[in-house]
């Protein structure tokens, strides 16, 4: 079978490339042709709100900041998680929006793959490609442990996402707080499933030149809020 993931991996982000090579290397594993659909996107226009501008102006003004002081090792950063990917990733030519609908004829099966992927708490997030809306076929159309981030979804575009996510085949989300939604949504649970980096096993991992070290007794504990129960 000839299987398209939409997902994202172009971000220089650990968790954001390994799942993506993950869900691609289980499927190759299991006999299926697959690609990481390398959308691009577009521009998309913001509501101009005076919150929007102001909050646009403090992430360029950030981004400015740290590329000027950083360039040089966020440029050889670049360079070698994009160097990893075409290694050891099979990926379409570059797409954008409008041409996402010229993929169907090409593939047997879309699946939306993990991350945060379905974060919509806001319109101005909301990415309706990242739910397959480019796909007609709804028996061609799956889920595999994407992610809202969140709890909850903007009221807004609640009914859009509705209407996405009904026409999928097979639905499943990586966290419980995922699957409440769409219940809520629709009236149906789906699956809730591992992340795709725990499908492969270390052999697996290895062979894609990934590897673990172990330093004292120590761990490292990466996370957005600080977690005093742990």
């Known amino acids: 079978m000839k299987i398209a993931i939409m997902t994202w991996f172009h971000y220089i982000n650990y968790g954001t490339v390994l799942q993506a090579y993950a869900l ?80 169907e004829k090409e593939f047997d099966l879309f699946i939306c793959g993990s991350d945060q992927i379905w974060h919509a708490s806001t319109a101005e997030l909301f990415e309706k490609e990242y739910f397959l809306d480019f796909v007609k076929d709804t028996s061609k159309k799956v889920s595999y442990a994407p992610s809202f981030g969140q709890s909850y979804i903007c009221k807004s575009i609640e009914p859009q996402v509705k209407k996405l996510i009904s026409d999928f085949r097979m639905l499943s989300v990586r966290e419980e707080t995922g699957a409440e939604i769409i219940k809520n949504l629709t009236g149906k649970k789906p699956y809730v499933v591992a992340d795709p980096v725990l499908l492969l096993d270390t052999e697996k991992w290895r062979g894609g030149g990934v590897y673990a070290y172990r330093v004292s007794i120590y761990f490292l504990l990466f996370s957005w809020r600080t977690c005093f129960a742990i």
């Open 24 to 103: 691609q290397r289980y499927l190759r594993d299991q006999g299926h042709e697959v690609y990481l659909i390398n959308y691009v996107g577009e521009d998309k226009k913001s509501s101009m709100n005076l919150k929007n501008i102001i909050e646009r102006i403090k992430r360029k003004a950030k981004n400015t900041v740290i590329n000027a002081r950083y360039s040089e090792s966020l440029s050889i950063r670049k360079k070698t998680f994009h160097d990893w990917l075409i290694a050891n990733c099979n990926l379409t030519q570059p797409l954008k929006n409008s041409d996402l609908c010229n993929l």
